[in-house]
């Protein structure tokens, strides 16, 4: 059984044990000066430093603060082409309904979306998704939004 302590957390956000549901899903416990259990992976015990039980390896992680994983429900991360020209505009003044006229606005993202091929999705999505799970997000839910049909989502 590989046991881990991690210490130097100045302060650790956690929820209450077990689920929650309604309110009490916004009650978070905040520990100062903590420390965390990890055992076989999973989390075995948080407390106060002071209260750590003793473990085969210890690492300070240096003063950070340790938070639930953040879950991103609701993301478009599948897409090609940008929209620099319409945000140019739009700063511009030119409304987005004249965007639109143009061939500009989502439709020109949905267009270059819908010609681009699968790999070439994919490795521009990877950067994006990587980002989210450098921000701390621990479950993305992901969708297109761009394709016209089933087939394309």
Same mark, same amino acid.
């Given at each position: 059984m590989a046991e881990l302590l991690l210490? #130097? !957390? +100045?302060? @650790? %956000? +956690?929820?209450?044990p077990g689920p929650q549901r309604g309110a009490a899903m916004r009650e978070l416990t905040v520990l100062k000066d903590a420390a @965390? @259990? *990890?055992?076989? #992976? *999973? !989390?075995?015990? %948080? #407390?106060s430093r002071q209260e750590a039980p003793a473990a085969a390896q210890i690492r300070d992680l240096g003063g950070v603060a340790v938070v639930p994983g953040l879950v991103d429900p609701h993301t478009h991360a599948v897409w090609a082409g940008d929209r620099l020209a319409d945000f140019e505009a739009r700063v511009e003044g030119v409304p987005y309904e004249e965007l639109l006229a143009r061939g500009g606005g989502i439709r020109s993202t949905m267009r270059a979306t819908a010609k681009a091929g699968v790999e070439e999705l994919a490795q521009l999505a990877r950067p994006r998704l990587a980002a989210l799970l450098h921000s701390g997000a621990t479950t993305i839910e992901v969708k297109s939004g761009y394709g016209l049909d089933f087939e394309a989502e």
């Open positions: 210490t #130097g !957390i +100045t302060q @650790l %956000v +956690t929820p209450p @965390l @259990l *990890m055992r076989d #992976g *999973m !989390i075995a015990w %948080v #407390g």
